[in-house]
């Protein structure tokens, strides 16, 4: 298995533009989450969906932020309109057994807003 | 200028010497716990994990022990070698199988050649 697959690796995008990141969670993998990881705050979960719902998006920041999983093997992230504050690192991670065991991680997004 | 952002606590251990990464949860909840290993560039990686009911379990040259009394939770790392150097992050969630880990902020493990 190819394991949790993000694109792209790198996004540098100006102030106020859309940006769409990707992830191909594990293949039979029922659950897929969105993390944040910033110097400041460090790992922060966005969202989570199970087979394919969203279940909590209580730490999504603000109407800008939304994320969708139209099928069992992709999901988006999409900020719009992006702004400087939003440079992270982006995080999609996958897991089988309601997160026993932990999550698979991609190797992230590492988005600049500039 | 100043960058200002989380003080990750650091550790430098001698390569082939034994290492300990300490973590104090919050949440007397708990029930399940599980470390994550991150190395520059890469997203976190599982390492090992422990439910409530246990206080020790071993892996291969880690060792995860857990003192609910206190809320601590410790990485023991044999005989480290350089490949061991990454920041280590624990995890924790509460009732077994709930999906949501909250994280800690991480502990930064530096392995002296």
């Known amino acids: 298995d190819a394991g949790v697959i993000q694109s792209p690796r790198h996004e540098v995008t100006e102030m106020g533009q859309e940006v769409t990141l990707r992830c191909k969670p594990i293949?039979?993998?029922?659950?897929l989450f969105w993390y944040r990881q910033t110097m400041m705050r460090g790992l922060e979960l966005l969202i989570y969906?199970?087979?394919?719902?969203?279940?909590?998006d209580s730490g999504m920041p603000e109407d800008r932020f939304s994320a969708k999983m139209p099928n069992a093997s992709f999901s988006t992230l999409k900020i719009q309109p992006s702004e400087p504050r939003d440079s992270a690192v982006y995080f999609c991670a996958s897991s089988w057994r309601a997160g026993i065991g932990g999550y698979t991680f991609g190797s992230g997004t590492r988005l600049t807003v500039v | 200028g100043e960058s200002v952002g989380l003080h990750l606590p650091t550790l430098s251990v001698q390569e082939g010497d034994n290492s300990i990464i300490n973590c104090a949860y919050s949440?007397?909840?708990?029930?399940?716990f599980i470390w994550y290993k991150q190395e520059s560039g890469k997203g976190p990686q599982f390492i090992i994990d422990?439910?409530?009911?246990?206080d020790k379990r071993q892996g291969q040259r880690v060792t995860v022990l857990l003192n609910k009394t206190v809320k601590h939770l410790s990485l023991q790392i044999a005989a480290t070698q350089p490949g061991d150097s990454a920041v280590y992050f624990c995890a924790e969630t509460v009732n077994f199988g709930n999906e949501k880990l909250t994280f800690g902020t991480g502990t930064r493990l530096t392995i002296i050649p």
């Open positions: 422990i439910r409530s009911n246990m």
């Open positions: 293949s039979g993998h029922n659950s």
């Open positions: 949440n007397s909840a708990s029930d399940y």
């Open positions: 969906f199970n087979n394919n719902v969203p279940i909590d």
